[in-house]
């Protein structure tokens, strides 16, 4: 079980202690700088601070989109920053504990939304939820973005050591479907990026026509579009523009990481 610490409300070095006097076993993650392992699972209410926001459950990889994206909003404090596919919230609160930025969270699913808005009441961030579809514009009020996350909808191949269910659940045909769905979400939300801007283009899948395939397609069709995903890195092999980080028993899940910056 991985946790990750709310940088608001303290450091890990600190939450490590907590944890250990509470007698758990804990260790600090290797790549993510925010990151702890509890080498047992708890109940989170169990969690010293749970309910108070000192702390949350989150995979390792998952944790590295905010280590992607801070490079490009550190010199921008304030910057607006679009969540496209945000629930239920993960990445969208590691982003507010860490930046002070002006949020838009958007998710096409009402339920998965509302937990957006529990987690960040629990852990004391805000940012603007929206219940849309993120390939249409009819949200939009026409301001363009700084930095745009796009986790997008994937197969989950890649965390099926924690969900073995997927494995039954999916169907070859839901491939093609949602690398479908991917490079509509790519196309439509490109043009609303500033130029000057970085998207980070994410999924928890290990399937390549989810990953260096898709963006190796959208680079090809859009023109102002450059890799900037980051190679002197801890985690990870390189593929094509982007990162693949292969699920890890003692580790993390399954990940892609590809950063795109909008030239101009
Ligand atoms: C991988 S999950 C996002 C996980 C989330 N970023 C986090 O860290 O907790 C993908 C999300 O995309 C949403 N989604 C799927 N199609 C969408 C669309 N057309 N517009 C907006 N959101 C969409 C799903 O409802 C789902 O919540």
């Known amino acids: ?18 944890l250990i006097d ?3 076993e804990a260790r600090l993650c290797t790549h993510s ?24 459950v989150q995979d390792e990889a998952a944790q590295l989109t905010a280590e992607l994206l801070g ?12 969540d496209a596919c945000c629930a239920p919230g993960g990445k969208t609160a590691h982003l507010l504990e860490l930046f002070d930025v002006d949020l838009l969270a958007l998710d096409s699913d009402a339920t998965r939304l509302a937990r957006v808005e529990d ?4 852990l004391g961030l805000s940012a603007t939820l929206l ?33 073995p269910d997927i494995k039954r659940l999916r169907r070859p045909s839901d491939i093609p479907r949602l690398v479908e769905l991917q490079s509509r979400l790519l196309d439509n939300l490109w043009p609303l990026l ?14 390549r026509e989810e990953n260096d395939e898709q963006i ?23 593929a094509g523009a982007g990162r693949q980080l292969l699920p890890e028993t003692e580790s993390h899940d399954g990940f892609f990481y590809a950063r795109l910056k909008r030239q101009g």
């Open 119 to 122: 987690t960040l009441a629990r």
């Open 131 to 163: 219940h849309a579809d993120a390939t249409q514009r009819d949200w939009w009020n026409g301001t363009l973005f700084d930095a745009i996350l796009l986790d997008a909808p994937c197969s989950g191949s890649g965390v099926i050591r924690r969900h």
């Open 71 to 82: 490079p490009c909003l550190a010199p921008r404090p304030g910057g607006r920053v679009l």
């Open 33 to 56: 700088p925010d990151g702890l392992v509890l080498e047992t699972p708890c109940d989170v209410q169990a969690l010293p601070g749970f309910a108070e926001g000192d702390v949350s």
């Open 194 to 207: 500033r130029p000057g801007g970085s998207m980070v283009y994410a999924t928890c899948s290990v399937l």
């Open 216 to 238: 190796e397609a959208f680079l090809a069709r859009t023109e102002d579009a450059i890799a900037t995903t980051p190679q002197e890195v801890s985690w990870g092999r390189p």
């Open 22 to 24: 509470a007698g758990h």
């Open 1 to 18: 079980m991985t946790l990750r610490i709310n940088r608001r409300r303290g450091d890990r070095e600190a939450y490590l202690a907590r």
